[in-house]
């Protein structure tokens, strides 16, 4: 007798989980740094430098690719022998950025990157050349143009172009019409070398260059510079009144006695004769005062001869002012040829004072021959 079938679960119940795998080897870098330093080589030659890693350089391919450098530029891998890179400073011309000057040292730590290979060269250019047909202005005649002008086979003349087209023109006429004349015009070629024009100023040479300078006054010369004009003007100068007065005893002289006498008094001394220049200048002759026209400095002068009366005397000499003696001088005459007695004073008088002169003479009554100046010097 048969028994309930047995039921079977397929698949089977799930068996434990498993453990976790291990992680992989780290990828290569790719950079490196320098392990010491190392001197850029001069173009074409090469130097040895030492990385902390060379794995991510295809040593497969050494002298087909380049690395960057840092502070170098690009060096080319010449080969890879584990930490040790031989490397090329490209000769000149194969890059078109130049490295770091030759004998530079580059300090270790420096960053490496791996760089791409060079370029194919470029093809060479198409040859070119000017169209022979065109129209040109040269310096000297050129065989290869058909239509071109020779500045050193014209005998005078001058050109010009016209404007930013480029285009322009030569004449042989030698005298350049004003109108085309601008820019700068220098000393040697007759002009002035200013760009500008002188405001109140006039163009002054200085043995190369003319400088723009303005006229300067000194007292009491005014200079006035103005837009177009310089005004030169000097203070007006008052007129001055010049007065001299000589009154001289030509004869019968008068005597002098030991009381003060004027002898050019002609009230005390009617018998004498004078004579002299200018004497309505400011002479009262009955007087013999001299009265100041103008306000002023005057110079008051007598000349008394030596020996007047003969003998040896002494004699007193007065300048009075408005009849009070300013000035009192003595002296002693011992011999007749002696040379004269020359006084004078100098004094600043108003209009209306007078002066007189008055003598002495304390040795005997003695007769006088001189005469008295008076002139005007300064207002």
Sequence with gaps: ??????????????????????????????????????VVPALGAWVLV????????????????????????????VSVDGLQLTLQNPAAGILGIPNAVPTTVIPAGSLITLAGAIGPTGAAGAAGGAPVDASYICRTGDGTLNNETALDLLAAG???TAGSGGAGVVSTTPTIPVADISGTIPVANGGTNLTTAPANKIPVGDGTNYLQKEIVGSLPIVVTNSVGNITISAPSVASFNYVTFTRRIASNNPSISSSFVNPFNSTTYPLTTYSGFDTASGFTASSGRFVAPYSGYYSIRALIPSGFGGGVYDLNVQVRKNGVSIYTVGYRVSAVDEPPTFVEYLDQASSGDYYELYLQ???????????????????
């Excluded at 047995?6 to 320098?34: C, E, K, L, M, W």
């Excluded at 003479?361 to 207002?379: I, P, Y």
């Design 1 to 38: 007798m048969s028994c309930c079938p047995t039921i079977v679960n397929v698949p089977g119940p799930r068996g434990a989980a498993g453990t976790n795998g291990t992680n992989g080897v780290d990828g290569i870098d790719s950079f490196t740094y320098t392990t010491a330093q190392f």
């Design 50 to 77: 030492f990385v902390d890693n060379s794995d991510f350089l295809p040593e497969s391919v050494a002298g087909q690719f380049f690395v960057s450098i840092q502070g170098v530029g690009y060096m080319q891998v």
């Design 158 to 160: 001058y050109m010009k």
């Design 361 to 379: 003479s304390l040795t005997a009554n003695s007769s006088f021959s001189g005469s008295l100046s008076v002139q005007r010097l300064q207002a």
